[in-house]
T-cell receptor, first 116, second 110 residues
Framework: DSGVTQTPKHLITATGQRVTLRCSPR?????VYWYQQSLDQGLQFLIQ???????AKGNILERFSAQQFPDLHSELNLSSLELGDSALYFC???????????????FGEGSRLTVL | GDSVTQMEGPVTLSEEAFLTINCTYT??????LFWYVQYPGEGLQLLLK?????DKGSNKGFEATYRKETTSFHLEKGSVQVSDSAVYFC?????????FGGGTRLMVKP
């Protein structure tokens, strides 16, 4: 158990809809990262927050947005969903802002989104 | 931008065989390099890491050495077990972004 909690574990919805994925980081971790894992794209970095502020942005679509709340949990909002958005969405957390330098990212089990 | 290239799978081996999964990283600087493992139904877990050239990361019988000249970080294990069956991701990071390769699925047969 990594200590990172993601909900829901599975979600099925229709095209055009909007969903929210939630992540609770490990206790004490200030950074939250979102990744998308799809069969054809591999594991893609979406966005990072540190203590409530956006720190880095990757290949995140304009239809997607995220935020980190004062209690440090984070939400990823996906809107106007398309079939191609079907994927496994991972949240990871680390203590520091530059967590990747030490490699200590702790991943949740993911939220599997299916868009029909 | 930064990119990670690792060998495509699946890789199928018999138990006790030798494993090599190749990984190279392209970046403007000298990133830290990592191997993560994803077991079925789980998130990624850090397997090993190296933060500078010539560093060797090791864990659970797996090893990888950071080769500066080629920015490579090939994963090796002398004798794989069925329990090593998983997807292995090579990653490189500097600053706030950790970039992963496409993953290599390893299947070990008894």
């Amino acid at each position: 158990d990594s200590g990172v909690t993601q909900t829901p574990k599975h979600l099925i919805t229709a095209t055009g809809q909007r969903v929210t994925l939630r992540c609770s980081p490990r206790s004490g971790d200030l950074s939250v990262y979102w990744y998308q894992q799809s069969l054809d794209q591999g594991l893609q970095f979406l966005i990072q927050y540190y203590n409530g502020e956006e720190r880095a942005k990757g290949n995140i679509l304009e239809r997607f947005s995220a935020q980190q709340f004062p209690d440090l949990h984070s939400e990823l909002n996906l809107s106007s969903l398309e079939l191609g958005d079907s994927a496994l969405y991972f949240c990871a957390s680390s203590v520091a802002s530059a967590g990747v330098k030490t490699g200590e990212l702790f991943f949740g089990e993911g939220s599997r989104l299916t868009v029909l | 931008g930064d990119s990670v290239t690792q060998m495509e799978g699946p890789v199928t081996l018999s138990e006790e065989a030798f494993l090599t999964i190749n990984c190279t990283y392209t970046a403007t600087g000298y990133p830290s390099l990592f191997w993560y493992v994803q077991y079925p139904g789980e998130g990624l877990q850090l397997l090993l890491k190296a933060t500078k050239a010539d560093d060797k990361g090791s864990n659970k019988g797996f090893e990888a050495t950071y080769r500066k000249e080629t920015t490579s970080f090939h994963l090796e294990k002398g004798s794989v077990q069925v329990s090593d069956s998983a997807v292995y991701f090579c990653g490189g990071g500097a600053g706030n972004m950790l970039t992963f390769g496409g993953g290599t699925r390893l299947m070990v047969k008894p």
